[in-house]
């Protein structure tokens, strides 16, 4: 299962509050890092989300083609660009 951008953007604004509330400068580094990371991950998630619609609509673009394509009004004559 794949993490989504929202998830990631979520941790990351956590990361950064923690960093922004921390006294400790080891915790402001870690969660600071941290909140990079999910930045960096959120990034990735989009991109894959950006590649999944894009497949969705491909598919349903070439299905909906295939399905126009399947469709004669004399099918004992083949398609009219078949002559």
Known sequence: MQISSA?????QADHMQRAAESRLSNVR???????????????AAERR??????RQADAAALLSLAEERSFSENPDR???DRL
């Open 29 to 43: 580094t870690v969660a600071t890092n941290a909140a990079t990371a999910w930045g960096i991950e959120a990034l």
């Open 49 to 54: 989300e950006k590649r999944t619609i894009r």
């Open 7 to 11: 998830f990631c953007r979520a941790q």
């Open 78 to 80: 083949g398609f009219p």
